[in-house]
Structure formats: C-alpha cells, structure tokens
C-alpha cells in the first residue's frame, strides 16, 4: 500500500496581529500548524526576534553586549545600533530603574527615553515595565499615549492591573497590549478572557506567558506553551489563539552559567560564549514550543536564532 | 478531545410559535430563539420544521438561509421526515463554521437518509433503533454496525456519524437507563462519536425536576464517553454541567471565568 502523508495542519488557527507601522511592521501568529512545522502548511509569518534596551544601559551587561553598544553617547543612537543588529525585527524597551523597590526613576525619565528613541527608529517598538504592577500601569499610561500612532506592544498587563493597562492601551490609545502571566495555563487563558470582557478585542492581544532559563524548571515552560497551542490549534479554544512573546534574554543573563567569571570556574571557559549559549538554547527551545517571537540581548544571540527561523522556514 | 457539541433543540415546530412563524415564514420568532440559544452556549442549532409534505424544500431554504444570514453561518442540523427538504437545505447552506446535520437516520425505514448524508458530505445522526426501541444493546449494536458499514460504503468518515442510542424515558423505563449508559460507551470504545435527546429522561417529571435529571445524566453519560446532545442549551444548570465536564476531561482548559465562556 502506497505511504499517504497526512498532513498536521489543524482547523484553527492563531491569531495575526501585527506591531509597528510602514516597512518595518511585523506580524505575529498566524499559523495553523505545530511550531515551526512549515512542513505541514505554510507558516506566513516566521517567528520574530526582538532586541532588549534596559535603562540601565549597559555597564552591567557581558563584553559582548558592553562592546557592541561602545561609543554610543545617547538613546537615539543605541536605539540605532540595536536596530542595526543582524536579524532585529523589533525593539524592546524596559524601565528596570523605575521600580518603586529599586531606583524608582519618575515616569518622565521612561518617557523622555521612550521619546528618544521613538525618534531615531522607525522599528516596531515594545514597552515593558519595571515589574510593579503600579507603577508600570503608570509607564504604560503614558507610553501609550505618548507613542499613539506607532502601533506599539504594551508588554505588558498583569493579574493586578490588567483592568487600566487594556483599557488605557488599546482603547484609549489604539495599542496592543500583552497578557502575563507567569508559567501557569490557567491563568494564561483567564487574564486572555477578562482582558477581552473589559472590550478589548483578542485580536490585539499578545501573550506572555513567562518563562526561564532552559535547565531552571524549564520543563514547565515548555509544558506551558504546548498546553496553550494545544488548546488553540487542537480544541479551537478562541481564547487562547494570541500569538506569544516571550523575554528570553532577561531571564538567561541572570543565571550563573552566564554571569560567572572565567576566572572564578575556567572549566566553564569564556562567560560571553557561555551567556549567548544559554540565550540561544533557551530562545530556540521556546520558539520550538511555540512562541512566535523571542527578546534578546546579545548580538550574536540575535544572529544565530534568526538565521535558525530562517534556515527552518 | 474535542469540546462537547451542544445541539440546540428550541427551533422545532412542535412549539405554537414556531410553527405559526414557519407557516407564515416569519424570521423574527426563528430569530429570536436562534440568539437565545447561541447566547447560552449552543454550538450547531437544530432546525425542525416536521413533516412539511407540500412547502418542505422552500421552508427549509428559508430557514437555513434566514438563521445562517443571522448569525455568521452557525452551524445548523436539518431536522425533518421530508428528505427533499433535507437536500434543499443543504444546497443552501454554509459550511464554514461546520458540515449540516441531517437528523437523522435510523436502521429501518431511515436508513437512506446516511446515502443523503454521504452524497452530501454531511453528518447524520444514526439512531440505533429500527422498528420500535431496540431491545438490549446486541441489537443496538447491530444497528451501529449496520448504519457504520453503509456509511463507510459510500465513502463517508466514520467520524460523520454520529450514534444516538436512544434515550428512555425514566419513568416507565428506569431499569434500561445503565443500558443506555453502556451503549454510549461501546460507540466511546469504537472511537466513534455520539448524541441524543438527551432530555427524553426526564419526560413527564415537574419542570423544576427535570435540569437536575437532564445534567446527572449528561455528566454520566460524557462520562462514558458522549461526543454530543441534543438539548435545550437555555438550560442554565445543564450547561454549566456540561462546561465543567468538559473541564474534567481536558476537552477544555480550566480558567476562572470558564462558565462564561
């Protein structure tokens, strides 16, 4: 009997939505098929991969990072240059320094940055915060207002203040707004279902699932998200067909494979080639477990996983 | 799995106003109760507009037409005795959100109506009775047996086929209720898909009885592995029985706000 390939592609399908304006826009989602089985149907839209700005700058970042930004004197001009990394399709900014808990940098700082940049790029931007739900519903406030036009990914609303970051980015401001949750399915689809019961429509929402470095319980990460794609693609489950991003790169530079020093463990060899490593073998675990889009830092990072999408495609 | 599929039944001309609004093809009543039953949580709604010997196929355009317009291609079953009126229908329906129903076929005199539903890429439901209720499930069985095959015959998935094992009325026939049970887990264990009338069970007990009955027997029977009833999806406490059965067996993810969806 002749071999009859069956092919996986499902009857449902992920939501596209699109960030950013003009040539640069990205679309995430779309697909209909497991990750990155373009084998089974086409996937329109490759995954994308963003690259990560703190307002920290760099000082404390690897050699790698610290040097690829070396001369930079502004945030225009780092907004440039990260934009000019191999593969970028996006830009993420995050206010670290804004955390009640930390710095606590005023919302005018965020914004005179986000205005900053906002004018030197023209690539599609991503506003994350600074990790307390108040404050960051503050940024976010005024981000969205700020960039009104630019399309820009709120990134994102919480359990604790989804109710003004929704409403505030989307339908005051014609944003798009991410949903985060933090390695729990349940959850993942409630914050999706009361974000569009405050009217926000699902097809301006981005998920953000969590997630952590690979070999740090990341086994739940990646039962997170094919638990989600499941759903969506398997069970036609409306309320969890968002396209997914996930901040890769915060969570591997923190871990000690990727911080300690060469001198401290030499077995371990150089920490920059190490630290990509971690961030490449997470980024593409994720994106193999369906993400459509992946925050890094590194530029070789950035490089490597993007030709990855690209050979894969 | 896939989520439990709920057939709304309340668009049948048995009701007074539906059948003064079929007769005089009057949308607003069809309507009405179209968006009743989608707004509750029905997925395909059932459209019966009985015997219908003279205006079958005319009435049964219009309806598909009239509802599927409505309400963005709903998916619908084509609930009538009238066969012609079945194919009519068909030909004037959208598949986009889900093949028609053809309801249905039996193992005796109704059994052409699976050819109708293979030579029209639909589903039928297959009850498994020929004349008069069958007497255990080897005959139940014999009956799924014999509608699978002619449906396989013709070409068609055996996933189109939807098995009803006939539900009994309890009070007159409590003692065949297991029977009824174990039915629907042998079409489970064919992997082959299920509905009914669900709510036969509960027949002549008072109206305040009946959700109660009507949501243990759900629960039971998806237990053993029901794909589908038909039932009244304005039944809030059914349909709250059937979401958080459907939880129970992963056919859908758990969220807080699950009964609302």
């Given at each position: 009997m002749p071999f009859n390939g069956k092919s996986g592609k499902f009857n449902a399908a992920i939501r596209t939505v699109e960030i950013g304006t003009g040539d640069k826009a990205v679309k995430l989602g779309g697909e209909c098929v497991a990750p990155l089985y373009s084998f089974d149907a086409p996937i329109e839209n490759a995954p994308k991969v963003g690259v990560l700005i703190t307002d920290?700058?760099?000082?404390?970042?690897?050699?790698?990072?610290?040097?690829?930004?070396?001369?930079?004197?502004?945030?225009?001009?780092?907004?440039?240059?990260?934009?000019?990394?191999?593969?970028?399709?996006?830009?993420?900014?995050?206010?670290?320094?804004?955390?009640?808990?930390?710095?606590?940098?005023?919302?005018?700082d965020c914004l005179a940055i986000i205005n900053e940049v906002a004018a030197a790029t023209d690539m599609p931007l991503v506003i994350a915060g600074c990790k307390n739900a108040e404050k960051d519903a503050e940024i976010f406030n005024k981000a969205a207002e700020a960039l009104q036009g630019k399309n820009v990914l709120i990134f994102s609303a919480k359990e604790e203040n989804y109710k003004g970051v929704a409403?505030?980015?989307?339908?005051?401001?014609?944003?798009?707004?991410?949903?985060?949750s933090s390695v729990d399915i349940n959850l993942a689809k409630q914050l999706n279902v009361v974000i569009s019961q405050v009217g926000v429509d699902m097809g301006n929402i981005v998920m953000n699932v969590g997630t952590a470095t690979a070999g740090y319980g990341f086994e739940?990460?990646?039962?997170?998200?094919?638990?989600?794609?499941?759903?969506?693609?398997?069970?036609?489950?409306?309320?969890?067909?968002?396209?997914i991003m996930t901040n890769v790169g915060d969570e591997t530079w923190a871990v000690k494979e990727s911080t300690a020093s060469e001198a401290d463990i030499p077995a371990w060899g150089p920490v920059d080639a190490r630290g990509v490593n971690m961030e490449v073998a997470t980024a593409m675990a994720v994106l193999a477990s369906g993400s459509n889009a992946v925050i890094l830092k590194h530029p070789t990072s950035v490089a490597t996983v993007s030709k990855l999408i690209k050979e894969l495609m | 799995m896939a989520k439990f599929v709920t057939i709304g039944e309340r668009i049948h001309c048995i009701s007074p106003v539906i059948r003064k609004a079929m007769e005089e093809m009057n949308p607003e009543?069809?309507?009405?109760?179209?968006?009743?039953q989608l707004d509750a949580g029905a997925t395909y709604l059932d459209v019966n507009i009985g015997p219908a010997e003279n205006n079958g196929e005319e009435l049964m355009k219009w309806a598909v037409t009239t509802i599927q317009d409505a309400f963005d291609n709903v998916p619908l079953a084509l609930d009538t005795a009238n066969k012609k009126a079945i194919e009519a229908g068909i030909s004037v329906y959208n598949r986009s959100k889900g093949k028609p129903i053809v309801n249905s076929a039996d193992a005796g005199g109704r059994i052409e109506n699976i050819d109708l539903a293979a030579a029209n890429d639909a589903i039928v439901i297959a009850l498994c009775s020929a004349e008069g209720i069958a007497a255990d499930n080897d005959e139940r069985m014999m009956h799924c047996q014999n509608m699978l095959e002619r449906?396989?015959?013709?070409?068609?998935?055996?996933?189109?086929?939807?098995?009803?094992?006939?539900?009994l009325v309890v009070k007159g026939m409590q003692d065949k209720q297991m029977e009824v049970l174990e039915a629907i887990k042998m079409f489970s264990d064919m992997e082959l898909n299920s509905t009914g009338g669900l709510s036969n069970n509960s027949n002549g007990?008072?109206?305040?009885?009946?959700?109660?009955?009507?949501?243990?027997?759900?629960?039971?029977?998806?237990?053993?592995?029901?794909?589908?009833?038909?039932?009244?999806?304005?039944?809030?406490?059914?349909?709250?029985?059937?979401?958080?059965?459907d939880?129970?067996?992963?056919?859908?993810?758990?969220?807080?706000s699950y009964l609302e969806i």
């Open positions: 920290h700058g760099f000082e404390n970042e690897s050699e790698g990072i610290k040097a690829y930004y070396e001369g930079c004197s502004n945030w225009g001009e780092i907004a440039q240059r990260a934009a000019a990394m191999e593969g970028a399709d996006f830009l993420v900014l995050k206010f670290d320094k804004a955390d009640p808990n930390g710095e606590n940098a005023p919302v005018e409403a505030s980015a989307v339908l005051a401001y014609g944003q798009k707004v991410g949903a985060e739940y990460v990646v039962s997170t998200l094919d638990r989600v794609k499941a759903a969506a693609l398997g069970q036609d489950d409306a309320q969890l067909q968002m396209p | 009543p069809i309507l009405k109760r179209a968006k009743e449906g396989m015959m013709q070409g068609m998935d055996p996933s189109d086929l939807w098995f009803d094992p006939l539900f007990m008072p109206k305040h009885i009946r959700p109660i009955m009507d949501s243990a027997l759900v629960a039971m029977a998806m237990m053993n592995g029901l794909t589908s009833a038909i039932v009244n999806p304005c039944d809030l406490r059914l349909m709250e029985t059937i979401k958080s059965c939880i129970f067996k992963n056919n859908t993810l758990y969220a807080d």
